[in-house]
């Protein structure tokens, strides 16, 4: 098929076919068509595509639309499930290794005894100083003695291993502690404190 030289001949086609061509240029276009073996075939073949889309549905572009935004919003809920996920699980994850951290560090120690190192009692000239002493030395060593005074609030302990006077005395520390600490804090004065010499 040889494609026809007069080009606006050709450009007009459609209009004929579809029927929107001006009537001035009807007669001119059907004269030529009769003559061009060429834009004939065009035109059946413009006639022909013509019918063939009268026969194909509709497009709803409504139906389409909903479509592709269910689609999208199932897509989108199944990112966001396993992103939830994973954050519980990383949640869980680190309070599970702080629960164990805490379990590991735990203070145990408060089943044993623990050994205080001997203190030898030494006078001088000011008054009486105190001084550690080797655990070989004889004579001037004291044993260490519990404390008689009341027992005071220890934090950071294992307070599952506390006898009943304990758990009174923590319960009348707790007690006894102010809900709004004070102004000003209480000023403490520290002495310097020098070493005691041996006499020779």
Known sequence: MNDCVNGDI?????ELVSGTLP???LA????HIRACADCAAEVELLRTARAAMRLA?????TRIAAGVQASTAQRLAARRIPARVARMASVSLIVVLGAIGLWATRDTSSDTPREASPVAVQPS?????????APGVAGAVEEPRPAQGPAQLALGGDMSQLDDDELLALM???SGLEAIPGEEPAS?????VMPVQDEL
């Open 10 to 14: 050709r450009d007009v086609l459609p």
């Open 23 to 25: 009537a001035g240029d």
């Open 28 to 31: 001119r276009v059907q004269d």
């Open 57 to 61: 549905p509709t497009m709803n572009t």
């Open 125 to 133: 000239a000011g008054g009486a100083g105190i001084s550690t002493a």
């Open 172 to 174: 009348d520390e707790l």
């Open 188 to 192: 403490i004065t520290i002495e310097p």
